[in-house]
């Protein structure tokens, strides 16, 4: 069987959802291919229980008034369809062992003032720490070091950590992290953090429902196992039943030495291009622990709590041989039931991918025993750092559930499940710099690979690699005039 399109999308993650979007509304013909059985990527809502459970997504910013992301769902027609709930006035709060809470306020004004009150010796510093992600909020990318830009703003090592504390979100590491990534993530949960009250999973539905309407195509369980080539142009898209789909555009959102495995031997890919891209070194993964809770018992947690190990926030990693976190970011589900109580609690930990690669050919629902007992002893150990610090949760759990960087890597297909693709480092910007063109004349590449993790950075990603095609001012008005 073959197809023939204009556009096809290889990926349903958000930024393949919003690409196919946003060229259907452009009167393209549009294919999106996703293996997995419900498009989404890390969108995607599981049941356990009569609840439905976020992959990966747990809250998104920008979704003020004028928001970036707002004003994106806006253009795609899909906002009203939005169930959201805003978050606290203090959205996300920082737990450091012996030193307290702090929170993250929205509004600069309000997140300098309340931070100033409990640092009065570094208010000149927060109003150039604001000021400054402020105007990256609106820039193209910058090679400066997160860390550095905020150890050169305020002295105060605690007012260091806190600042720094939800760098989790962008797979922060000390030596590497980029400012422009801190900066971008930050800034936009400050402008207007939500939750979406049922599930992220709308989001895709959504989308998804937005691209047929405009005539488009959705082939879900279908694996695209080859990129066939003649020359300079991608002629085909093989998928793993035999059809062959071909499009005058390929658009791939899945990892980028992922996307090139697929492409067979070709002098327009060099062997040291190859090389390098195979050998970038990808970020950290994430370990979730899912609690199902007896109703009437948590009242609902209307903000983020992160909670440290110790007082150095980038020492995230769960530690394998004290079978302990390095830190647990708790985040409440938005209840589609009574608004007032919790129940669905999801605890993250970033965990190094490294030790699952033995278990990558196993299939879920039938891993080794190896793999089962550390994934048990990993929840027990999440579970227990963060009933430690909440101790009215332990007697709450009815039910718990783990996904682990290999249940991540089954919906996402990055490899190893590395939460946030690849890493960005400021050290060697250039070398981690992924563009959306490639060598071949037809292939675009998009996705949180090429420039800021999280939502905000894959709509973005997605908006650059369509203007490739409909062309950047085109499309920047039409997002602006929406």
């Known amino acids: 069987m073959q197809g023939q399109f204009d556009i096809i999308v290889i990926g349903s993650g958000l930024g393949g959802l919003e690409c196919g979007a946003m060229l259907a509304r452009e009167g393209m013909g549009v294919c999106v291919a996703e293996q997995a059985a419900l498009p989404g990527g890390c969108l995607q809502s599981f049941s356990r229980r009569g609840h439905a459970i976020d992959t990966g997504m747990h809250y998104i910013g920008s979704m003020q008034a004028g928001g970036i992301m707002r004003r994106y769902f806006e253009y795609f027609g899909i906002l ?9 006035e203090a959205f996300d709060v920082v737990s450091l062992p012996g030193a307290g809470d702090y929170a993250y306020m929205h509004g600069y004004e309000a997140f300098e003032k309340h931070l100033g009150e409990w640092f009065p010796h570094e208010k000149a510093g927060l109003g150039r720490y604001c000021a400054k992600l402020r ?51 930050n800034h936009s949960n400050i402008e207007g953090a939500c939750r979406f009250t049922g599930g992220t999973q709308q989001i895709a539905d959504a989308l998804a429902a937005k691209i047929r309407e405009h005539g488009g195509t959705m082939l879900v369980r279908s694996r695209v196992v080859a990129l066939h080539t003649e020359g300079r142009r991608i002629t085909g898209v093989e998928l793993a039943d035999g059809r062959m789909l071909r499009a005058n555009t390929v658009i791939s959102v899945i ?29 950290y993964g994430l370990f979730s622990a899912y609690l199902l809770l007896k109703p009437g018992r948590i009242p609902y947690i209307n903000r983020n709590l992160y909670y440290f190990a110790g007082k150095d926030v980038w020492k995230t990693l769960f530690d394998l041989e004290a079978m302990r976190p390095g830190m647990v970011l708790l985040s409440a589900q938005a209840p589609d039931g009574d608004p007032a109580w919790c ?16 278990w990558e050919g196993s299939a879920p629902g039938r891993r080794p025993e190896a793999y089962t007992a550390l994934k048990a002893a990993m929840t027990q150990a999440t579970v227990d750092f963060a009933c430690a610090r909440l101790p009215e949760l332990r007697d ?47 292939l675009l590449l998009t996705g949180q690979n090429l420039t800021v993790h999280g939502a905000i950075g894959v709509t973005l990603s997605a908006a650059a690699t369509c203007s490739e095609i409909v062309g950047t001012e085109y499309l920047a008005k039409k997002i602006a005039n929406a």
């Open 80 to 88: 009203g369809s939005l169930r959201l709930r805003p978050l606290d």
């Open 135 to 185: 105007e990256i909020g609106g820039s193209i990318g910058l090679g400066a070091p997160a860390a550095g830009f905020i150890g050169e703003c305020v002295a105060d090592p605690l007012l260091r950590n806190v600042l720094a504390g939800t760098n989790p979100l962008y797979g922060g590491v000390r030596e590497s992290s980029t400012l422009y990534h801190h900066a971008m993530v």
């Open 255 to 283: 990892h980028p030495a992922e996307t090139f495995r697929l492409i067979g031997p070709t002098p327009v890919i060099r062997k040291a291009f190859r090389e390098r891209i195979g050998s970038l070194p990808d970020s």
């Open 343 to 358: 129940y669905v609690v999801t605890l993250m930990t970033p965990v190094a991918t490294r030790p699952w690669k033995a």
């Open 396 to 442: 709450a759990i009815a039910h718990t559930y783990a996904a682990t960087p290999l249940t991540y890597r089954h919906y996402t297909g990055a490899p190893h499940g590395a939460a946030y693709g690849l890493l960005k480092d400021w050290r060697s910007i250039m070398a981690s710099h992924i563009p959306a063109r490639t060598k071949f004349d037809n």
